[in-house]
DNA sequence: TTGAAAGCGCTAACAA
DNA sequence: TTGTTAGCGCTTTCAA
């Protein structure tokens, strides 16, 4: 019943192989016997079968993409859909597939991406995230399988691992002085989980920055939070219950920054009257929030394209060299930010 | 250099077949011999090639997910991550893959579908959205191939058809009737696209809770919009501008709740002071609105888990009758709404 | 330019 | 309980 190279081959009066040629648009068929073999095929609704395809073509035209481990609230990121839909895009136009890891814990993922690898199933990966210490990645490098992470390894000299980036450390500097030039001295920092690399540079960016400026970073004015939400808004009674409580707010995630900005209007603190933010990401809902937000838009929707382009070059041309891509970030300035005004007495 | 059934085999002293076996764990195979062969598996790093399996067996372990086209900011909704979360939980229980589509227009999506189907790349389908008639919805129903529709085919009379769903005619239904024992009579709708079947049973569920009411519904308070951001901010200043502005809003999703917000508080009408709002889905960053939105929240996560749970089970069980599954809904009650306090004069 | 045939790695009848 | 063998549907040498 199901419609195979061969009927169509019976149908079109010509060989198997032959069909198989015309499938693969080969230069050495004639174009008369193209339109035959094509007619028969619409005739029947011929669709080649995938599976066999690749089993023959040991290539899968699929690509796998994995996940932070679901369990966890970061998976709920509007940044997902979006670096999702980038690598979907760059993938659709070369024809790839996409193949989703589903493991809900770390260990789950491994198997999986083993699995995936091992058994052909796609023909490279994408890491959507990069943290410090990922068997997932040193497997990966072990196996000189095809591979791209979107963020970056957290060794530097990973030279031979090819991904794509923001200058974080840069964006989360620039942030910084900004919030300087608007006359802030006490910065806090709100940070995301401490074994994400991302969450490294930032904060690097953001003492270089102070250092810079002759303001000493202090310990309590740093705050690191797992949970996006919930976080956020721990981290705004920890930091709004210091002695000098900070006048501005650099927030790692536009979620977090959602949080943050709640429990501030609970605590009747205004944005930006009273407390300046900045964050990161800049993801559809960011400009929705009352105020909206500034926040440093990172292109997550390149991040994805950029991250499957590479990988198929990799797949393509197994000799390339690594790359390392690093995506243009810019901050979009709305109304979270205002110049310092001196208050006459303590709060 | 790839190790295969064979090598497995011979390490083990016995036949292909019986490996196979022991990969099924099938009961026919002794304990001692699986041992053996189990460890010649761990030996050699045996891993089954996947796609060979599929050939011979007619069958991929992996389901195939629909998403709306992703051109449409819809597919941005945090909605998607979630369901998403919920099948994929339920598909690895039973391990499945999750296979995407990354078509970005009805045609791209229509054309990957077909070859998901007919090149057997996938076992069965997930729609993700469900609207009204959708090509896709009727290619599969007529290829007898086995789908789930999270939502609802539009016509009623499609009982073959599975899905799973929230009866949101009801619960937009409760929402109303819960605005009007707070005193509202100037209840407004903003709904999504109106292709969408969840839009016109949201609509339903209103009218009909005015109608009973005895208020009269009126069109003048109903705005739809495509876009969910943008669309719930061109709303408000429509339903604004009018001489009798509505003391009440109901809007189809929490996204487009932001957007309303926003609006409303740039032209600093109060929430829920001056107008209450109630809007449906409880995404996760929905209780992070200031003040955070009272919402319906309808288990994203079950629709995704059953969505996956029917569909296997039809996979499994061909002949298994169709389902209709409802998931329960429950009003969140946050800090958006209020008993509407008559004003003396007119705004 | 086309055809014949071997083989990709696995499963499943059928035999033993 | 295990082995033998014929495919699954395609690609790709090799020959013509």
Do not use: W
């Amino acid at each position: 019943m199901t419609v195979t190279i061969k009927d169509v081959a019976k149908i079109a009066n010509v060989a198997p192989s032959t069909v198989s040629r015309v499938i693969a648009n080969s230069p050495r068929i004639s174009e008369p016997t193209k339109e035959k073999v094509r007619e028969a095929m619409k005739e029947l609704g011929y669709h080649p079968n995938f599976n066999a395809r690749s089993l023959a073509n040991k290539s899968t035209k699929t690509i796998g993409l994995v996940m932070p481990n679901s369990a966890n609230k970061t998976f709920q990121n509007p940044f997902f859909p979006e670096v999702i839909r980038g690598i979907s895009s760059k993938a659709h136009q070369l024809e790839y597939g996409l193949y989703l890891s589903t493991g809900q814990s770390e260990q789950e993922i491994f198997d999986e991406v083993q699995d995936m690898v091992q058994g052909k199933r796609v023909d490279g990966i994408v890491l959507l995230y990069s943290k410090v210490n990922d068997k997932v990645m040193d497997y990966l490098r072990n196996q000189k399988f095809p591979f791209t992470v979107i963020g970056r390894p957290y060794d530097e000299n990973m030279k031979d691992i090819t991904y794509v980036n923001n200058d974080n450390l840069k964006a989360a500097k620039t942030v910084t002085e900004y919030l300087i030039l608007l006359g802030h001295q006490q910065i806090a920092f709100i940070g995301g989980n401490l074994d994400t690399v991302v969450t490294l540079d930032h904060m690097k960016g953001y003492e270089k920055a102070l250092t810079n400026a002759g303001i000493e970073p202090r310990k309590d004015y740093v705050v690191f939070h797992e949970e996006l939400q919930e976080g956020g808004q721990e981290a705004v009674i920890d930091l709004m219950s210091l002695s000098e409580r900070p006048t501005a707010l650099i927030v790692a995630d536009d979620i977090m920054t959602f949080g943050v900005m709640r429990m501030l209007n609970e605590m009747e603190v205004k944005v930006p009257d009273d407390i300046s933010i900045v964050s990161f990401n800049n993801v559809m809902i960011s400009e929705l929030s009352s105020p909206p937000m500034t926040t440093v838009d990172i292109n997550i929707f390149s991040l994805g394209y950029e991250a499957a382009n590479c990988l198929i070059e990799k797949i393509m041309k197994p000799g390339t060299e690594p790359r390392q891509v690093i995506i243009p970030h810019k901050m979009i300035k709305r109304q979270t930010c205002q110049r310092l005004v001196r208050r006459l007495s303590a709060q």
